[in-house]
Nanobody, 121 residues
Framework: QVLLVESGGGLVQAGGSLRLSCAASRTIFSINDMGWYRQAPGKQRELVAFISSGSSTNYADSVKGRFTISRDNAKGTVYLQMNSLKPEDTAVYYC???????????????WGQGTQVTVSS
């Protein structure tokens, strides 16, 4: 079943900005590490940005200084603010998280269904 739902993708001109959001679609106990990945046509899925449960962050070199990942633990939501977008940022962006559904359970890995980001030149 769908657990992570992304929103905020779309078409933007080069130099523009978009903000992606990813939230759990139902009540869960906790979300641990979260991240955003992307996959362009003909390419492998790659990590864009990562944020730990303690809010430590890591970014792909290609997006450093342009993208910012953040999280709102109360809302179970992760965001990706994307500025100074380039045509090479065009891809389907996927949310990823390790989720504990109920207290005392192990964490499980979940993926969102993806949201398209298209940057025109």
């Amino acid at each position: 079943q769908v657990l992570l739902v992304e929103s905020g993708g779309g078409l933007v001109q080069a130099g523009g900005s978009l903000r992606l959001s990813c939230a759990a679609s139902r009540t869960i106990f906790s979300i641990n590490d979260m991240g955003w990945y992307r996959q362009a046509p003909g390419k492998q899925r790659e990590l864009v940005a990562f944020i730990s449960s303690g809010s430590s962050t890591n970014y792909a070199d290609s997006v450093k200084g342009r993208f910012t990942i953040s999280r709102d633990n109360a809302k179970g939501t992760v965001y990706l603010q994307m500025n100074s977008l380039k045509p090479e940022d065009t891809a389907v962006y996927y949310c990823h998280a390790y989720v504990v559904l109920r207290p005392g359970e192990h964490r499980y890995e979940y993926w969102g269904q993806g949201t398209q980001v298209t940057v025109s030149s």
